[in-house]
């Protein structure tokens, strides 16, 4: 970028004034000076369409003129020059007080008395001048910071983006690796979570926290990872014994998904640990109860359990839909919060509509 005092000799200087022998005067007196982008008019009318067109840098402004006054040519620049700082000096032969008001009032910066003096004219011109570059650098500084920082702060958006997408890929993944433990599709996993995010919306909870609970509680089996498989896989009825060991994948899980702390894995450690409590303080592993059990381990809860009935299993048939949604009404105030019952029932077309989008493989 050139240094300052080539960017004011570079300057585009308008003159304005109606006496063609002044702005003669004028030109003679910034050539001389090294001023080379010089354009002028007797006409004040022109004044706006030369400043679009010239990307002006300073005007040398005659007030008394036909037309338009030096005062309604100022008026009409205004909202062109709104963001830039633009000199007007102003050249009068008045010298009264409430002219010069009308003229800073108008947007003049500073004012040269009529005959003025040369060097005194070439001061004023070339500060004014110094000031306009220096404000204009200052302005496309903070453009380019402005704009560094909308890149940055789109690049932290799409890292951050990446960084959720990939964790929930992982989430899912997990999920569906624990689900293959006992079930040869792992489609469960993938309805099971879209129906809580169904149900969750149905109870009026904020998008960001259905999302957010649709893509932790693929989550909410995985500590089978940690059971037995001759435990896991048994196709009869568990001894005492072995249902106390199927319990433990509850705390198992949340174990698993205490190693890192994130929104996702925060809630899918508490998804975890909690889809097995019952409504009536019945289920394990803590036997809370009401709500004392956290709203999305409850949601998790009626979802899992209709989706696992209405799913063939190596150890039993697959229940029918109306026969799995009686199960839930019956489970209502028991096993499940009643309220959330209600919610599902009323949004059961939709979480039916799952097992068309997602069927298990001898399904289809």
């Known amino acids: 970028m050139p240094n300052i005092e080539q960017q004011i000799l570079d300057a585009n200087i308008l003159i304005v004034d109606d006496n063609a022998t002044n702005v003669e005067l004028l030109l003679m007196m910034l ?16 004044v706006t369409d030369i ?14 003129m036909p037309h338009m006054d030096g005062f309604q040519v100022m008026e009409e620049l205004k909202p062109l020059a709104h963001r830039s700082y633009l000199p007007i000096l102003v050249m009068t032969a008045q010298n009264d007080e409430e002219t010069r008001h009308r003229a800073l ?55 951050n983006t990446q960084l959720r997408e990939t964790r929930r890929a992982i989430i899912d993944c997990l999920g569906r690796a624990s689900e293959f433990r006992d079930n ?18 149905a109870v009026g909870l904020p998008e960001d926290e259905a999302e957010l609970i649709q893509n932790a509680s693929p989550m909410h089996d995985v500590g089978k990872l940690g059971i037995p498989d001759e435990i896991l896989l048994k196709p ?36 975890a640990l909690t889809h097995h409590e019952n409504w009536d303080g019945s289920g394990y592993p803590k036997g809370l109860s009401g709500e004392a059990i956290p709203l999305s381990g409850r949601i998790s809860a009626i979802c899992d359990v209709y989706d696992a009935l209405t799913s063939k ?7 029918s839909q109306d026969d799995a949604t009686n199960f839930i009404r019956e489970q209502s105030g028991k096993k499940f919060d009643p309220t959330l019952v209600d919610a599902f029932l009323t949004v059961l077309p939709d979480v039916n509509a799952l097992r068309d989008q997602y069927p298990d493989p001898e399904d289809e």
């Open 51 to 64: 400043f679009r067109e010239k990307a002006i840098d300073i005007i040398l402004l005659d007030i008394r």
């Open 313 to 319: 299993r190596p150890y039993k048939k697959a229940w």
């Open 31 to 46: 050539e001389n000076q090294g001023f080379h982008n010089l354009f002028s008019t007797t006409d004040s009318r022109k």
């Open 105 to 159: 009032q108008s947007g003049a910066k500073d004012f040269l008395t009529k005959p003025f003096d040369n060097t005194e004219a070439m001061s004023r011109i070339t500060n004014m001048l110094e000031v306009r570059m220096l404000y204009n650098d200052r302005i496309r500084q903070a453009d380019d910071l402005e704009l560094k920082v909308l890149e940055r702060t789109k690049a932290l958006r799409e890292s």
């Open 236 to 271: 009869g009825r568990h001894t005492p014994e072995e249902m106390k060991i199927m319990q433990t994948h509850a705390e198992i899980g949340a174990h698993i998904m205490s190693s890192y702390s994130s929104d996702i894995t925060d809630l899918a450690q508490e998804i």
């Open 184 to 201: 040869e599709t792992g489609v469960h996993v993938i309805r099971m979570s879209m129906a809580c995010g169904i149900l969750a919306r």
